[in-house]
Nanobody, 118 residues
Framework: QVQLVESGGGLVQAGGSLRLSCVAS????????MNWFRQAPGKEREFVAR????????YYADSAKGRFTISRDDAKNTVYLQMNSLKPEDTAVYYC???????????WGQGTQVTVSS
């Protein structure tokens, strides 16, 4: 049974930090590119960051560059998103997703709510 379980969300003041975690099970984690997406109320889901499955190369949306850091621990089947200098516009439900290129996103988590107060 495939599962992606996010945690670490919560309420934080602007300028604060949160570290999201996503624990995977049921598939070969270290063969997948891991991604974070987010969806704010009334908006479409948007890409935040990804980390590769060979060498761990990373890529960020412009909104995340310089503030967020994605990392992975293949021994723990876990991907992280360290979020610093949070802004109210970062408020959203954050999802992790697994992809094995060239295929699409195969697995999604249920999401974790991040709320940044001004």
């Amino acid at each position: 049974q495939v599962q992606l379980v996010e945690s670490g969300g919560g309420l934080v003041q602007a300028g604060g930090s949160l570290r999201l975690s996503c624990v995977a099970s049921g598939f070969t984690f270290d063969r997948y590119v891991m991604n974070w997406f987010r969806q704010a109320p009334g908006k479409e889901r948007e890409f935040v960051a990804r980390i590769g499955w060979i060498g761990g190369s990373t890529y960020y949306a412009d909104s995340a560059k310089g503030r967020f850091t994605i990392s992975r621990d293949d021994a723990k089947n876990t991907v992280y998103l360290q979020m610093n200098s949070l802004k109210p516009e970062d408020t959203a439900v954050y999802y992790c997703a697994a992809r094995r290129p060239p295929e699409g996103y195969a697995y999604w988590g249920q999401g974790t709510q991040v709320t940044v107060s001004s």
